[in-house]
T-cell receptor, first 110, second 115 residues
Framework: DQQVKQNSPSLSVQEGRISILNCDYTNSMFDYFLWYKKYPAEGPTFLIS?????DKNEDGRFTVFLNKSAKHLSLHIVPSQPGDSAVYFCAATNTGKLIFGQGTTLQVKP | NAGVMQNPRHLVRRRGQEARLRCSPMKGHSHVYWYRQLPEEGLKFMVYLQKENIIDESGMPKERFSAEFPKEGPSILRIQQVVRGDSAAYFCASSQDVNSYNEQFFGPGTRLTVL
């Protein structure tokens, strides 16, 4: 039972443009959502998070949007940079343990 | 470097052997989580421990896998009688307390290969 889904395995964007990564969830009990970035052979690095009582959180070039009625969240990266190329995981929790999506590989082309 | 440390980084075992993966949490962190990433998949929660206690082991396979976080020393994930399907990257994360959702810091992982 995949409670957190990232339906796009990969995304390619041009440098300077917006990257939009999407994530859907099924468990309405989740109260916190997070995005992690991961490079090969490294552990995930925390990027940005959002509580279920909010619908938007912004940190520099990264913005996360939460639509609770649709059980959908998205990560916007503006402007995208080649160094953003990595695998992005969304995660959700209400107990401390994180439930991860399958990941989306983002490639930002110069 | 006060980050989460895991060792070994790479571990090769033959079928039937035992694998021991170690995790030292960040200084001041008393909560440890283990996750497993199988090839082409996302990370899957395995177990959550506090010092000397297992809080949630709902993601642990019922057999051959065990975890501990003793009062002194690192957390250990132990896999007995490994099989090829155990080949994966095992990540440890730590946090200061259970409510620090956005401060769950991950280690670099241990890549287990079972021949």
């Amino acid at each position: 039972d995949q409670q957190v889904k990232q339906n796009s395995p990969s995304l390619s964007v041009q440098e300077g443009r917006i990257s939009i990564l999407n994530c859907d969830y099924t468990n309405s009990m989740f109260d916190y959502f997070l995005w992690y970035k991961k490079y090969p052979a490294e552990g995930p690095t925390f990027l940005i998070s959002i509580s279920s009582i909010k619908d938007k959180n912004e940190d520099g070039r990264f913005t996360v949007f939460l639509n609770k009625s649709a059980k959908h969240l998205s990560l916007h990266i503006v402007p995208s940079q080649p160094g953003d190329s990595a695998v992005y995981f969304c995660a959700a929790t209400n107990t401390g343990k994180l439930i991860f999506g399958q990941g989306t590989t983002l490639q930002v082309k110069p | 470097n006060a980050g989460v440390m895991q060792n070994p980084r790479h571990l090769v075992r033959r079928r039937g052997q035992e694998a021991r993966l170690r995790c030292s949490p960040m200084k001041g962190h008393s909560h440890v989580y283990w996750y497993r990433q199988l090839p082409e998949e996302g990370l899957k929660f395995m177990v959550y421990l506090q010092k000397e206690n297992i809080i949630d082991e709902s993601g642990m396979p019922k057999e051959r896998f065990s975890a501990e976080f003793p009062k002194e020393g690192p957390s250990i994930l132990r896999i007995q009688q490994v099989v090829r399907g155990d080949s994966a990257a095992y990540f440890c994360a730590s946090s200061q307390d259970v409510n620090s959702y956005n401060e769950q810091f991950f280690g670099p992982g241990t890549r287990l290969t079972v021949l």
